[in-house]
Nanobody, 124 residues
Framework: QVQLVESGGGLVQAGGSLRLSCAAS????????MGWFRQAPGKEREFVAA????????YYATSVKGRFTISRDNAKNTVYLQMNSLKPDDTAIYYC?????????????????WGQGTQVTVSS
């Protein structure tokens, strides 16, 4: 049973930074992609970033490129989302997700496993 546990959310002022963590356990497949999504109140869940565990390829939504960085720690089976220059529009619940295979998708329905989410609030 795959488990994803996020942490690191909180309240920050605009222009500030936060780092989210997602610890993964229980998976046995050799190829997979880790993704971050977010969902603001009244909006659909949207893709933020993804990392292919096999070759370390990374992908970003246009809205966060240059501000957010996805990375990993193999020893800890953990993926991170470093968020800099935060804006009030970044306020949302952030979810970690995992899908089998080597290719990333921006559609949340393509992901097999999800964490419980962590709230990020950016004040103006």
């Amino acid at each position: 049973q795959v488990q994803l546990v996020e942490s690191g959310g909180g309240l920050v002022q605009a222009g500030g930074s936060l780092r989210l963590s997602c610890a993964a356990s229980g998976h046995t497949f050799s190829r997979y992609v880790m993704g971050w999504f977010r969902q603001a109140p009244g909006k659909e869940r949207e893709f933020v970033a993804a990392l292919s565990w096999n070759d370390d390829s990374t992908y970003y939504a246009t809205s966060v490129k240059g501000r957010f960085t996805i990375s990993r720690d193999n020893a800890k089976n953990t993926v991170y989302l470093q968020m800099n220059s935060l804006k009030p529009d970044d306020t949302a619940i952030y979810y970690c997700a995992q899908r089998r295979g080597s290719y990333y998708y921006t559609n949340s329905r393509e992901y097999d496993y999800w964490g419980q989410g962590t709230q990020v609030t950016v004040s103006s």
